[in-house]
């Protein structure tokens, strides 16, 4: 599986769009890119995953560029709740390999 | 449905002692894997299951043992328990395919081992 690169931490401030980065540039065709978060110390949670187009569903979007060498998840309006660690994943097979994310912290 | 269960949430062991961490998911799922999170660091694979009476090795496998008896169930077992091996060990479980399923989480058993 590709690997990937994330800033280690990023802020927000409550009620705007959180845009968290993620870098893949050795992703190879077949590789969908994933996004997780871990709140505290949870289990991972799904949030979007994609191939090559845009999506979006009720907790984020996921903008890939074209060439599929990087990617953005955007939280359109980002809630003390969602203070997290993101993970960028791209897999092709079922076992994943987590790095170490990008911790979010939404402030007031 | 109660999604993926793990029993116990907190364990304490002694070096050299042998317990099983238990997993289970109620959503038919072909795929089950477990992992460990060490303090700040991402998640690591440990052993992985396609199915009843198949598994494989993940990452980070030495130290483990897993059978898959049953499409519920997925134990993992330490065999002779190590200070490093104190860690957070999460199962999760997906239906399978090729990859572009989602993964569901347990809430985790944390482990220390003295």
């Known amino acids: 599986d590709a690997k990937t690169t994330q800033p280690p931490s990023m802020d927000c401030a409550e009620g705007r769009a959180a845009n968290l980065p993620c870098n893949h540039s050795t992703i190879s065709g077949n590789e969908y890119v994933y996004w997780y978060r871990q709140i505290h110390s949870q289990g991972p949670q799904y949030i979007i995953h994609?191939?090559?187009n845009n999506e979006t569903n009720e907790m984020a979007s996921l903008i890939i560029t074209e060439d599929r060498k990087s990617s953005t998840l955007i939280l359109p309006h980002a809630t003390l709740r969602d203070t997290a660690v993101y993970y960028c994943?791209?897999?092709?097979?079922?076992?994943?390999?987590f790095g170490a994310g990008t911790r979010l912290t939404v402030k007031p | 449905n109660a999604g993926v269960t793990q029993t116990p949430k907190f364990q304490v062991l002694k070096t050299g002692q042998s317990m099983t961490l238990q997993c289970a998911q109620d959503m038919n799922h072909e795929y089950m894997s477990w992992y460990r999170q060490d303090p700040g660091m991402g998640l690591r694979l440990i052993h992985y299951?396609?199915?009843?009476?198949?598994?494989d090795q993940g990452e980070v496998p030495n130290g483990y043992n897993v059978s898959r008896s049953t499409t519920e169930d997925f134990p993992l077992r330490l065999l002779s328990a190590a200070p490093s091996q104190t860690s957070v060990y999460f199962c999760?479980?997906?239906?399978?395919?090729?990859?572009?399923?989602?993964?569901?989480f347990g809430p985790g058993t944390r482990l220390t081992v003295l």
């Open positions: 994943i791209v897999r092709v097979r079922n076992d994943m390999r």
């Open positions: 999760a479980s997906t239906t399978g395919g090729l990859g572009t399923d989602t993964q569901y």
């Open positions: 299951s396609v199915g009843a009476g198949i598994t």
């Open positions: 994609g191939l090559k």
